[in-house]
């Protein structure tokens, strides 16, 4: 069995001390290499050999599961001595340590990402030109914080604009990873967030400090015409609300109350306002409510008020009965009598009724007045309609 007697390496990472824009792919590594028998190789004349770098999680242990990473490199070595880029070469191949190594290396993962671990030892395997297999160079040298620079740079401490854009990914940084308080005005640069940033509802009341927006941090034109009314009508008239409206058609953002289905996904804030009170045709429906033709009348609560509420009728199929908004009553005419009196003679006139009785029984005139077929109060139509 052949052996590499020994071998004597510095590593260095190639950085700055400062945070750069870019973080390397490649560690600068220096090797002497000695031949079993002692010598130097390639002594007194240059030899190029395959040499084999492997980052492993553990000093001895050979399983797949210890390997980090693995590459191969065409290294000449002159006098002993070889100088290279780890980091540069080609996937490994084949079963060197019983395993296969075709998914390591380079276009799987950068030597980078090797250092995700508190351990991490170098291996390096030398072709001494022979057939006989090659060892690993033992013992595996233990690699510390100079190269862990590569990932620690931005880990613990930031320098000003050491992160930028391109530098995070998407939905690399959640609201998990940052404290209360954490990001403050000082450390947003102007314009640093737009509108198109900012998902829907993300900013609530509740992350808004008291006096935080002032008019000099709305630019002009940032809040439209249109959106500000928007905002104003939802605040002073949510939806639900039914006025009496004197035009034929309905503005905007209202609906004529006149019994039309909707579709509850299509108009969310109503359909949550009143539901189905007023009636409904499916599962996914609502119905404004119908006031064409109708006086309003507000809800009893168990007062007495109205005596007969809990006859109330639904509006239309689905819609409340009872003692309930959305409810309605057909017209009527309360119970009552009229009194009268006459004087009653027998088989005569008494001159003072004006009424005759013959043979004790007695003729009354009946008569039908009136002027309308309903009765009602004095009224004048007008549209009501309902915020949505």
Known sequence: ????????????LLQSAYAATAVP??????GRALAAAGGLMGAGTPVNRTVTFRVWDHATNSLTANLIYSEQQVVTIAEGEFSVLVGT?????????????????????????????????LGVTIDDGTAAVDNEISPRQQIVAGAFAMRSKVAEGVDGLAITTAMLANNSVTTTQVNDAAITTGK????????????AATITGAKIADGA??????????????ALVAAVQEALVPAGTIVAFGGTTAPAGWFLCDGTSKLRADWPALSTAIGTAFGTASATTFNVPDFRGRFLRGKDYNTGRDPDRANRLAMTTGGSTGDNIGSI???????????????NTTN????????????????????????STESRPKNAYVNYIIKY
């Open 1 to 12: 069995m052949k052996r590499i007697a020994s071998f004597l390496v510095s590593l260095c």
């Open 25 to 30: 792919d490649s560690i600068s590594y220096q």
């Open 89 to 121: 070469g080609s996937a490994t191949a084949g079963l060197p340590l019983g395993y296969s190594e075709t998914n390591k290396g380079p276009g799987t993962i950068k030597i980078s990402d090797a250092f995700g671990g508190a351990t991490r030892y």
């Open 188 to 199: 947003l640069a102007a314009n640093a967030v737009t509108a198109t940033q900012i998902a």
């Open 213 to 226: 927006i002032t008019g000099t941090k709305i630019a002009t034109g940032t809040i439209p015409l249109a």
């Open 329 to 343: 009553q057909e017209d009527a005419l309360k119970i009552h009598g009229h009194k009268y009196s006459f004087y």
């Open 348 to 371: 005569g006139d008494d001159g003072a009724s004006g009424q005759y009785e013959v043979n004790g029984t007695r003729e009354a005139d009946s008569s039908t007045t009136g002027d």
